[in-house]
């Protein structure tokens, strides 16, 4: 279904404040976000271009949408509710989505399509009713951290994150002496150096894997001689050049319509940070939110992931 995002999601305004403090999110970061936007934009007409264009009406009846407390009904009869959804792929699968939503009586209304460090606030206190970009481990951390009480309508899809190269085509090639950048924050620095150490590079402390939360640190032997260099996850990729590969979440490499070579990847199996709809305590319950969550994990949603991304987005189990 190739229409112009612009047209098919009403945007109200934009929010393009840096992310560099969102840990575990895929954010673009102030100074590359209209880059970043552009780049997606072409990432959407060269990722998974084997897409199918067909429109599926997924089955929305078992959900009243009459019934919702959230939003206000429009001129058009269809009650609109808004919510803050990174570009890619969040916005992209709800635009997928927006003809079986509008059938159902339900228009989702984009406030943005960048999600900043005041997201998850505009959420508690109700500006918007649900966000779509940043996952579980994230989202709690946050609650914890600030006194929010978000909670998870659902597990959408995962971004795995993966190593790149442009100077290696295989992991086997990686010697000692290479550089390799990894994100800088705890929870994506933990999934880079998990990778890592699946591909027998260094081994890390037990203890990591109970709080999802590690650094170079948390590194008790290096199997390989490598030296690993931790940055803020938005200068990765404009930086590349200067490493001899790096790992990043494929969100941001689909932005950037980077063609690097995938070294190896983060499985989807279990995954504990799937990309979720958060909303305010209580609002997980209401219709219009389950409607919007089973929407985007239904199986036209899953086949339409599958064909479109090839892997750098992955259902959610």
């Given at each position: 279904m190739?229409?112009?995002?612009?047209?098919?999601?009403?945007?109200?305004?934009?929010?393009l404040?840096s992310?560099?403090?969102?840990?575990?999110?895929?954010?673009?970061?102030?100074?590359d976000?209209?880059?970043?936007?552009?780049?997606?934009?072409?990432?959407?007409?060269?990722?998974?271009?084997?897409?199918?264009?067909?429109?599926?009406?997924?089955?929305?009846?078992?959900?009243?949408?009459?019934q919702?407390?959230?939003?206000?009904?429009?001129?058009?009869?269809?009650?609109?509710?808004?919510?803050?959804?990174?570009?890619?792929?969040?916005?992209?699968?709800?635009?997928?989505?927006?003809?079986?939503?509008?059938a159902?009586?339900?228009?989702?209304?984009?406030?943005?399509?960048?999600?900043?460090?005041?997201?998850?606030?505009k959420?508690?206190?109700?500006?918007?009713?649900f966000?779509?970009?940043?996952?579980?481990?994230?989202?709690?951390?946050?609650?914890?951290?600030?006194?929010?009480?978000?909670?998870?309508?659902?597990?959408?899809?995962?971004e795995?994150?993966?190593a790149?190269s442009?100077?290696y085509t295989?992991?086997?090639?990686?010697?000692?002496?290479?550089?390799?950048?990894?994100?800088?924050?705890?929870?994506?620095?933990?999934?880079?150096?998990?990778?890592?150490?699946?591909?027998?590079l260094?081994?890390?402390d037990?203890?990591?894997?109970?709080?999802?939360?590690?650094?170079?640190?948390?590194?008790v032997?290096?199997?390989?001689?490598?030296?690993?260099?931790?940055?803020d996850?938005?200068?990765?990729?404009?930086?590349?050049?200067?490493?001899?590969?790096?790992?990043?979440?494929?969100?941001?490499?689909?932005?950037?319509?980077?063609?690097?070579?995938?070294?190896?990847?983060?499985?989807?199996?279990?995954?504990?940070?799937?990309?979720?709809?958060?909303?305010?305590?209580?609002?997980?319950?209401?219709p219009?939110?389950?409607?919007?969550?089973?929407?985007?994990?239904?199986?036209a949603?899953?086949?339409?992931?599958?064909?479109?991304?090839?892997?750098?987005?992955?259902?959610?189990?």
């Amino acid at each position: 279904m190739k229409k112009n995002l612009t047209k098919t999601l009403k945007i109200v305004t934009t929010a393009l404040v840096s992310t560099a403090m969102l840990a575990g999110c895929s954010q673009t970061s102030e100074g590359d976000t209209n880059v970043a936007q552009a780049a997606g934009e072409e990432a959407k007409d060269n990722a998974g271009t084997d897409a199918s264009s067909e429109e599926v009406l997924i089955d929305l009846s078992a959900y009243d949408i009459s019934q919702s407390q959230l939003g206000t009904v429009n001129a058009d009869g269809l009650r609109e509710i808004t919510a803050i959804a990174d570009l890619t792929p969040h916005s992209e699968l709800l635009e997928y989505i927006e003809p079986s939503l509008e059938a159902a009586g339900l228009k989702v209304v984009l406030v943005a399509t960048a999600a900043d460090s005041t997201t998850l606030e505009k959420t508690q206190n109700g500006e918007i009713d649900f966000n779509f970009y940043a996952h579980w481990p994230y989202v709690n951390d946050q609650n914890e951290t600030n006194g929010f009480t978000l909670v998870n309508a659902g597990d959408i899809h995962v971004e795995p994150i993966r190593a790149y190269s442009d100077k290696y085509t295989s992991v086997d090639e990686i010697s000692d002496g290479d550089v390799v950048a990894i994100p800088n924050d705890a929870t994506n620095e933990y999934r880079a150096l998990k990778i890592l150490e699946e591909q027998g590079l260094i081994t890390l402390d037990d203890s990591v894997d109970s709080t999802l939360s590690a650094t170079v640190d948390s590194i008790v032997s290096y199997e390989k001689n490598i030296e690993i260099v931790e940055l803020d996850s938005a200068q990765i990729i404009p930086t590349k050049d200067d490493f001899d590969f790096f790992i990043t979440n494929t969100n941001k490499a689909l932005e950037a319509g980077i063609t690097s070579n995938v070294l190896f990847s983060e499985s989807g199996d279990n995954n504990p940070f799937a990309n979720i709809i958060a909303v305010a305590s209580g609002n997980e319950n209401d219709p219009a939110i389950q409607a919007v969550v089973a929407a985007l994990r239904s199986e036209a949603v899953r086949k339409y992931i599958e064909e479109k991304y090839n892997g750098a987005v992955i259902p959610a189990d």
